[in-house]
T-cell receptor, first 116, second 115 residues
């Protein structure tokens, strides 16, 4: 069964610190892997999209890595800010090329709290 | 602001009732997706429309239906509502239909409460 598991479920860090969120997936083959940020009660916002052939992508203080062999991805947040407090969701798109992306598979997210 | 709009923002109704949620995609986007997010659950894909036609179906109940109109806005109809249908319903849009890669832009969501 195609699944996306994220860890930890929740995380509390102090402002200015770095953190790394993990994503393990069993989706195979897959087309791309995405990380989204979701503020409480708001819609998710895309942070990074990596194809199966990429192994790292950055977006400002956010850096995502992908190891397609071990089926693991991580999202590293550098110099955290209070505004980073949100849920971070790992999403995997099954299939290799083309096809409908309607069946994106979402993880349950990691809830990050950044404290002053 | 993603450019995707959803109305209403909040909806409170009773069991057994029927409601309609509305979504307007970003200008130029042909694909619309509907998702359900229950408390502490991940986003669950419900259904996708592309240029007016149903493209993919996920875990959508038979009591739920959707459509995309010629002006590309979409409506999600939920009927015979149950307490368990209380959730955030998100609409997303993307420019195309293919998965490689094709970013989805999410609306602000409609919070449905069934009492």
């Amino acid at each position: 069964k195609n699944q996306v598991e994220q860890s930890p479920q929740s995380l509390i860090i102090l402002e200015g610190k770095n953190c790394t969120l993990q994503c393990n997936y069993t989706v195979s083959p897959f087309s791309n892997l995405r990380w989204y940020k979701q503020d409480t009660g708001r819609g998710p916002v895309s942070l990074t999209i990596m194809t199966f052939s990429e192994n790292t992508k950055s977006n400002g203080r956010y850096t995502a890595t992908l190891d397609a062999d071990t089926k693991q991805s991580s999202l590293h947040i550098t110099a955290s800010q209070l505004s980073d407090s949100a849920s971070y969701i790992c999403v995997v798109s099954p299939g290799r090329y083309g096809g409908s992306q309607g069946n994106l598979i979402f993880g349950k997210g990691t809830k990050l709290s950044v404290k002053p | 602001d993603s450019g995707v709009t959803q109305t209403p923002k909040h909806l409170i109704t009773a069991t057994g009732q029927r409601v309609t949620l509305r979504c307007s995609p970003r200008s130029g986007d042909l694909s619309v997706y509907w998702y359900q997010q229950s408390l502490d659950q991940g986003l669950q894909f419900l259904i996708q429309y592309y240029n007016g036609e149903e493209r993919a179906k996920g875990n959508i109940l038979e009591r739920f239906s959707a459509q995309q109109f010629p002006d590309l806005h979409s409506e999600l109809n939920l009927s015979s509502l149950e307490l368990g249908d209380s959730a955030l319903y998100f609409c997303a849009s993307s420019a195309r239909d293919t998965a490689f890669p094709n970013e989805q832009f999410f609306g602000p969501g409609t919070r449905l409460t069934v009492l």
